[in-house]
Protein backbone atom coordinates (compact mmCIF):
# COMPACT_ATOMS: atom_id res chain seq x y z
CA UNK A 1 0.00 0.00 0.00
CA UNK A 2 2.61 2.46 1.16
CA UNK A 3 4.67 1.92 -2.12
CA UNK A 4 2.06 3.50 -4.17
CA UNK A 5 1.43 6.68 -1.91
CA UNK A 6 3.57 9.96 -3.10
CA UNK A 7 3.73 12.75 -0.67
CA UNK A 8 1.72 15.68 -0.67
CA UNK A 9 1.71 17.73 2.97
CA UNK A 10 4.81 17.18 4.80
CA UNK A 11 4.72 16.96 8.62
CA UNK A 12 5.84 20.50 9.04
CA UNK A 13 4.11 22.23 6.55
CA UNK A 14 0.54 20.58 8.16
CA UNK A 15 2.04 21.06 11.88
CA UNK A 16 2.35 25.09 10.49
CA UNK A 17 -0.81 25.71 8.89
CA UNK A 18 -2.26 23.96 11.95
CA UNK A 19 -0.56 25.96 14.33
CA UNK A 20 -1.57 29.07 11.69
CA UNK A 21 -5.55 28.05 11.82
CA UNK A 22 -5.69 27.77 15.79
CA UNK A 23 -4.39 31.43 16.10
CA UNK A 24 -6.86 32.35 13.99
CA UNK A 25 -10.14 30.59 15.51
CA UNK A 26 -8.85 32.24 19.08
CA UNK A 27 -8.96 35.25 17.15
CA UNK A 28 -12.54 34.73 15.95
CA UNK A 29 -14.20 33.20 19.23
CA UNK A 30 -12.68 35.11 21.65
CA UNK A 31 -15.11 34.87 24.44
CA UNK A 32 -17.95 33.06 23.03
CA UNK A 33 -19.79 30.29 24.17
CA UNK A 34 -18.29 28.07 21.59
CA UNK A 35 -18.52 23.86 20.59
CA UNK A 36 -16.12 22.17 18.83
CA UNK A 37 -17.13 19.06 16.63
CA UNK A 38 -15.09 16.68 15.35
CA UNK A 39 -16.52 14.69 12.42
CA UNK A 40 -15.22 10.94 12.92
CA UNK A 41 -13.17 8.82 12.01
CA UNK A 42 -11.06 10.82 9.44
CA UNK A 43 -10.89 13.75 11.68
CA UNK A 44 -8.69 12.55 14.72
CA UNK A 45 -5.41 13.62 14.08
CA UNK A 46 -6.57 16.80 12.79
CA UNK A 47 -8.52 17.93 15.90
CA UNK A 48 -6.34 17.16 18.56
CA UNK A 49 -3.75 19.00 17.19
CA UNK A 50 -6.39 21.93 16.10
CA UNK A 51 -7.60 22.03 19.55
CA UNK A 52 -4.48 22.00 20.97
CA UNK A 53 -3.34 24.97 19.07
CA UNK A 54 -6.43 26.68 20.50
CA UNK A 55 -5.63 28.30 23.65
CA UNK A 56 -8.92 29.08 25.19
CA UNK A 57 -11.78 27.31 26.80
CA UNK A 58 -14.26 25.32 24.98
CA UNK A 59 -16.52 22.30 24.38
CA UNK A 60 -15.54 19.14 22.30
CA UNK A 61 -17.88 16.85 20.93
CA UNK A 62 -18.01 14.07 18.33
CA UNK A 63 -20.25 13.16 15.78
CA UNK A 64 -19.78 10.29 13.17
CA UNK A 65 -21.40 9.87 10.03
CA UNK A 66 -21.34 7.22 7.79
CA UNK A 67 -21.65 8.32 3.43
CA UNK A 68 -19.63 5.90 1.86
CA UNK A 69 -20.34 2.21 0.98
CA UNK A 70 -16.59 1.53 1.21
CA UNK A 71 -15.68 2.60 -2.43
CA UNK A 72 -13.99 6.08 -3.41
CA UNK A 73 -17.18 8.12 -3.97
CA UNK A 74 -19.53 9.79 -1.69
CA UNK A 75 -23.09 7.92 -1.80
CA UNK A 76 -25.04 11.45 -0.72
CA UNK A 77 -26.46 9.09 1.55
CA UNK A 78 -25.78 10.43 5.42
CA UNK A 79 -26.40 8.52 8.22
CA UNK A 80 -25.98 9.13 12.09
CA UNK A 81 -23.73 6.77 13.49
CA UNK A 82 -22.84 8.63 16.59
CA UNK A 83 -24.50 11.45 17.64
CA UNK A 84 -22.90 14.93 19.87
CA UNK A 85 -23.21 14.32 23.63
CA UNK A 86 -24.40 17.73 24.41
CA UNK A 87 -26.28 20.71 22.94
CA UNK A 88 -25.44 23.19 20.39
CA UNK A 89 -28.52 25.69 21.17
CA UNK A 90 -27.85 29.26 21.32
CA UNK A 91 -24.26 28.38 21.28
CA UNK A 92 -21.10 28.64 18.19
CA UNK A 93 -20.80 25.72 16.74
CA UNK A 94 -17.55 24.84 14.81
CA UNK A 95 -17.62 21.31 12.44
CA UNK A 96 -14.06 20.23 12.24
CA UNK A 97 -13.25 17.83 8.91
CA UNK A 98 -11.08 16.37 6.93
CA UNK A 99 -11.49 16.68 3.61
CA UNK A 100 -14.59 18.52 1.84
CA UNK A 101 -14.61 16.92 -1.45
CA UNK A 102 -18.43 16.34 -3.13
CA UNK A 103 -19.44 18.74 -0.27
CA UNK A 104 -22.59 16.14 -0.05
CA UNK A 105 -21.32 14.93 4.04
CA UNK A 106 -21.13 18.67 5.04
CA UNK A 107 -24.52 19.68 3.24
CA UNK A 108 -26.55 17.33 5.10
CA UNK A 109 -24.35 17.16 8.44
CA UNK A 110 -24.76 21.09 8.16
CA UNK A 111 -28.70 21.19 7.81
CA UNK A 112 -29.11 18.88 10.96
CA UNK A 113 -26.87 21.03 13.21
CA UNK A 114 -28.87 24.21 11.91
CA UNK A 115 -31.99 22.69 12.68
CA UNK A 116 -30.74 22.55 16.65
CA UNK A 117 -30.41 26.57 16.47
CA UNK A 118 -27.00 27.36 17.13
CA UNK A 119 -26.24 30.89 17.31
CA UNK A 120 -23.56 30.13 14.54
CA UNK A 121 -22.57 27.53 12.68
CA UNK A 122 -18.91 27.07 10.85
CA UNK A 123 -17.27 24.96 8.77
CA UNK A 124 -13.26 24.05 9.74
CA UNK A 125 -11.26 21.42 7.43
CA UNK A 126 -7.71 20.61 7.02
CA UNK A 127 -8.05 19.86 3.03
CA UNK A 128 -10.42 21.24 0.27
CA UNK A 129 -11.22 19.31 -3.08
CA UNK A 130 -13.03 22.51 -4.32
CA UNK A 131 -12.86 21.12 -8.21
CA UNK A 132 -14.92 17.97 -7.53
CA UNK A 133 -17.61 20.12 -5.50
CA UNK A 134 -21.63 18.82 -6.22
CA UNK A 135 -23.64 20.87 -3.95
CA UNK A 136 -22.04 24.40 -2.61
CA UNK A 137 -20.93 24.61 1.25
CA UNK A 138 -19.39 27.43 2.61
CA UNK A 139 -16.47 26.47 4.10
CA UNK A 140 -14.90 29.43 6.79
CA UNK A 141 -11.72 27.45 7.26
CA UNK A 142 -9.34 25.71 4.91
CA UNK A 143 -6.02 24.16 5.79
CA UNK A 144 -4.96 23.45 2.60
CA UNK A 145 -6.81 23.69 -1.06
CA UNK A 146 -6.00 20.36 -3.62
CA UNK A 147 -6.64 19.13 -7.02
CA UNK A 148 -8.20 16.31 -7.46
CA UNK A 149 -6.33 13.66 -6.01
CA UNK A 150 -7.26 10.73 -3.75
CA UNK A 151 -5.20 11.41 -0.84
CA UNK A 152 -4.54 9.33 2.50
CA UNK A 153 -2.98 9.84 5.82
CA UNK A 154 -3.34 12.43 8.93
CA UNK A 155 -6.37 10.85 9.34
CA UNK A 156 -7.34 10.08 5.81
CA UNK A 157 -8.28 6.76 4.83
CA UNK A 158 -8.24 3.80 1.69
CA UNK A 159 -10.73 1.35 3.19
CA UNK A 160 -9.93 2.29 6.64
CA UNK A 161 -6.20 1.98 6.00
CA UNK A 162 -3.35 4.55 6.22
CA UNK A 163 -4.80 7.22 8.70
CA UNK A 164 -2.01 6.65 10.67
CA UNK A 165 0.68 7.81 7.99
CA UNK A 166 2.01 11.22 9.78
CA UNK A 167 1.83 12.96 6.59
CA UNK A 168 -0.66 13.20 3.92
CA UNK A 169 0.12 11.45 0.56
CA UNK A 170 -1.69 11.15 -2.85
CA UNK A 171 -2.43 7.17 -3.43
CA UNK A 172 -1.98 5.99 -6.87
CA UNK A 173 -4.35 3.04 -7.62
P1 LIG B 1 -17.91 14.43 0.50
O1 LIG B 1 -19.24 14.09 1.07
O2 LIG B 1 -17.77 13.95 -0.92
O3 LIG B 1 -17.51 15.88 0.63
O4 LIG B 1 -16.87 13.53 1.23
C1 LIG B 1 -16.38 13.80 2.46
C2 LIG B 1 -15.75 12.56 3.04
O5 LIG B 1 -15.24 11.73 2.00
C3 LIG B 1 -14.56 12.92 3.88
O6 LIG B 1 -14.91 13.06 5.22
C4 LIG B 1 -13.65 11.74 3.67
O7 LIG B 1 -13.94 10.75 4.63
C5 LIG B 1 -14.00 11.18 2.32
N1 LIG B 1 -13.01 11.57 1.29
C6 LIG B 1 -13.19 12.45 0.31
N2 LIG B 1 -12.08 12.57 -0.45
C7 LIG B 1 -11.18 11.74 0.10
C8 LIG B 1 -9.80 11.43 -0.22
O8 LIG B 1 -9.18 11.96 -1.17
N3 LIG B 1 -9.20 10.51 0.59
C9 LIG B 1 -9.83 9.91 1.62
N4 LIG B 1 -11.10 10.19 1.97
C10 LIG B 1 -11.77 11.09 1.20
MG1 LIG C 1 -14.33 10.32 6.25
Avoid at 117 to 122: F, G
Wanted: glycine share 8%; proline share 4%; hydrophobic share 40%.
Amino acid sequence: MRDRITPLLSEAQIRDRVQQLGAQLVKDYAGKDLVVVGLLNGVFPFFADLVRAMAMDFDISFMQVSSYGGGLESTGEVHILKDLDRSIQGRHALVVEDIVDTGLTLFKVSNLLKDREPLSLKICTLLDKPSRRKVAVPVDYVGFTIEDHFVVGYGLDLDGKLRNLPYVGIYHP
